[in-house]
């Protein structure tokens, strides 16, 4: 068993998986794809903004056929699918700049890696940009394709060629990998690369900062739930203290049931 920094932190995501060897393996499995690439850019972003919106990918790459892009995701969100479909069409729309006619000299591919909880538990989705018949066949044209990555629902029927990654960056979470489990050079490559005593005093930093980040978000949802649940029950209140008023109850009489102030009361009138 070794002491690993936990994948969820965007800083140790980025640097087992820039790691080229690393990069077109994770890449080939998950779309097929065998990359010839040099190099994995970090923080890739565009400098003309499309929708006036700065996208920013984690981890890119490009070789003379293909575009792909890696993005982790560990924040569940309500835009979490729409979010990244966005990210992908930014990488798509890019090169429109150069086109020749409507088909981009590139095949873009997004992926998004989820370490966190979905609401549809599904450990593998797809969205696919090829157009298909009125029997669902598809017709070959268009090769883009959005793909999520849920690691907490991998399980005995995910498919093996997606199993030992999802499952690698999800035991990753503890914080503990047990490096017997995974017997391919490249997740070897990714376990070694994040094991604790080699993480330096700048990804600290950055692991430290995004933590606290997160925690920053949960407490502000958890307080917005608790205001929305207050602000209800106040509405609640006052829709039975308009009720009461309508039959002809005091103010006073209802402040005492509904607990309302005589002024608060008094303001329904």
């Known amino acids: 068993m070794k002491e690993v920094a936990s994948l969820q932190y965007g800083v140790i995501f980025k640097k087992a998986f820039s790691q ?15 990359l010839e690439i040099d190099k994995v850019e970090t923080e890739k972003s565009f400098t003309q903004k499309i929708g006036n919106i700065r996208v920013e990918f ?5 070789d003379l056929k293909n575009r792909v892009i890696v993005e982790i995701q560990h ?26 006619n409507y088909r981009p000299d590139l095949t873009v591919y997004t992926i998004v890696v989820l370490t966190s909880t979905d609401k549809h538990k599904t450990d593998v ?8 018949d009125r029997y669902g066949k598809s017709l070959g044209e268009i090769k883009h394709k959005v793909i999520y990555l849920a690691v907490k629902y991998v399980d005995e029927n995910t498919p093996e060629v997606y199993r ?3 499952s690698a960056i999800n035991e990753s979470l503890s914080e503990k990998i047990e490096e017997s489990n995974y017997q391919r050079p490249e997740l070897q490559t990714v376990i070694d690369s994040i ?3 080699l993480v330096s005093p700048e990804e600290k930093y950055w692991m430290i900062e995004e933590y606290n980040f997160e925690e920053a978000k949960k407490k502000q949802f958890e307080e917005g739930i608790e205001l929305g649940i207050q602000q209800g029950i ?6 039975v203290a308009k009720g009461m ?12 049931l509904t607990l309302l102030s005589i002024e608060e009361i008094q303001s329904l009138i």
């Not at 984690?58 to 490009?62: G, P, T």
């Not at 989705?125 to 298909?132: G, S």
């Open 245 to 256: 008023l309508s039959e002809g109850l005091s103010v006073e009489t209802i402040a005492k």
């Open 20 to 34: 080229i060897d690393v990069f077109k393996a994770f890449v080939k499995d998950i779309t097929g794809v065998q």
């Open 75 to 100: 924040q569940n969100g309500s835009d979490y699918y729409d979010r990244f479909l966005h990210y992908h069409c930014v990488a798509l729309l890019e090169q429109a700049a150069n086109y020749r």
């Open 234 to 239: 106040r509405k609640e209140k006052q829709a």
């Open 58 to 62: 984690d981890l890119y790459a490009e």
């Open 125 to 132: 989705a797809v969205i696919d940009f090829d157009p298909k």
């Open 164 to 166: 030992d990654w999802l």
């Open 195 to 197: 094991a604790k005593n």
